[in-house]
């Protein structure tokens, strides 16, 4: 158990629909990562979190936005969704936002858009 | 070409066998991270890396910065070992992935 919490653990929805992914990071972490997982792609960065603050940016869609709150848990919104978006989410944090700091993983959130 | 290329893809093993999956990356980093991903999907960190080897237990992990090549060894494999093997490296950007290497040991 890597004390990242991810919910919720599965969700299925009909494509043009908006869902929201959340993610709490282990205790004393200030970093949140979000990263997506397909079958053709593998694992892509899609955005990080800083202790509230957007701090770095990847291939993230424009459909898609996230936010971090003061208490340091996070969201993922997805929204019109398509089937492409179908994947595995997956959340990570770090203590600090430094280029060399281990990540812990959580345990993923499985979207199937139908 | 990709940043982060690791081979094999596919890998089959016998119980007991030494295993080496390879890490090429073509950028510069400041570290790099060995990856487990389990059949049911979870992912959990294996090694961080900037320099040198790391041990732990029966997997090792050894980086030559000046070659861009990363190694996983695994002694004495086991079932249990049955996993994909993804390498990570960080440079400009929080992590940059390979697509991983698929392990099956057979007992």
């Known amino acids: 158990d890597s004390g990242v919490t991810q919910t919720p653990k599965h969700l299925i929805t009909a494509t043009g629909q908006r869902v929201t992914l959340r993610c709490s990071p282990r205790s004393g972490d200030l970093s949140v990562y979000w990263y997506q997982q397909s079958l053709d792609q593998g694992l892509q960065f899609l955005i990080q979190?800083?202790?509230?603050?957007?701090?770095a940016k990847g291939n993230i869609l424009e459909r898609f936005s996230a936010q971090q709150f003061p208490d340091l848990h996070s969201e993922l919104n997805l929204s019109s969704l398509e089937l492409g978006d179908s994947a595995l989410y997956f959340c990570a944090s770090s203590v600090v936002s430094g280029r060399s700091n281990e990540q812990f993983f959580g345990p993923g959130t499985r979207l199937t858009v139908l | 070409k990709n940043e982060v290329e690791q081979s094999p893809q596919n890998l089959t093993a016998q119980e007991g066998e030494f295993i080496t999956i390879n890490c090429s990356y073509s950028?510069?980093?400041?570290?790099l991270h060995w990856l487990q991903q389990h059949p049911g999907g979870g992912i959990v960190s294996l090694f961080m890396l900037s320099s040198g080897k790391k041990k732990h237990g029966r997997l090792i992990a050894t980086i030559n910065i000046q070659e861009k090549h990363s190694s996983l060894h695994i002694t004495a494999s086991h079932p249990r070992d049955s996993a994909v093997y993804i390498c990570a490296v960080r440079g400009n950007t929080p992590l940059v992935f390979g697509k991983g290497t698929r392990l099956s040991v057979i007992a």
């Open positions: 979190y800083y202790n509230g603050e957007e701090r």
């Open positions: 950028v510069g980093i400041s570290a």
